[in-house]
């Protein structure tokens, strides 16, 4: 149906950066809302950055002024651009993204496999 490709993923020491880029693929016809989230050992899968069709952008308190979320409808990707690294950004991180397929008027909300992210101090 939807697939969503995730990459740029690694290893970064504390205060680099890392750009994640996700790229959704399938019968789409427009996408919504696209957001990043993560997951750290032992806690909730968490919110980082959202942003709309029209380019509103909600950030996660803890990344605010260090991360830009990013959209190119064209290419139907989504990026982060994660700067000022912390150890505490260590965590697998998922792309979501939901919008409306093609025929019929179909929706749906996809989820990217997962990239590690690890914050070396």
């Known amino acids: 149906q939807v697939q969503l490709v995730e990459s740029g993923g690694g290893l970064a020491q504390a205060g680099g950066s ?10 789409i016809i427009s996408i919504n809302d696209m957001g990043w989230y993560r997951q750290a050992p032992g806690k909730q899968r968490e919110l980082v950055a959202t942003i709309t069709s029209g380019g509103n952008t909600n950030y996660a308190d803890s990344v605010k002024g260090r991360f830009t979320i990013s959209r190119d409808n064209a290419r139907n990707s989504v990026y982060l651009e994660m700067n000022s690294l912390k150890p505490e950004d260590t965590a697998v991180y998922f792309c979501n993204a939901g919008g409306r397929l093609s025929g019929g ?9 997962g990239t590690q992210v690890t914050v070396s101090s």
Not at 105 to 113: A, C, D, E, K, L
């Open 18 to 27: 890392l750009r994640l880029s996700c790229a959704a693929s399938g019968s």
């Open 105 to 113: 008027f179909r929706i749906f909300n996809s989820w990217g496999q």
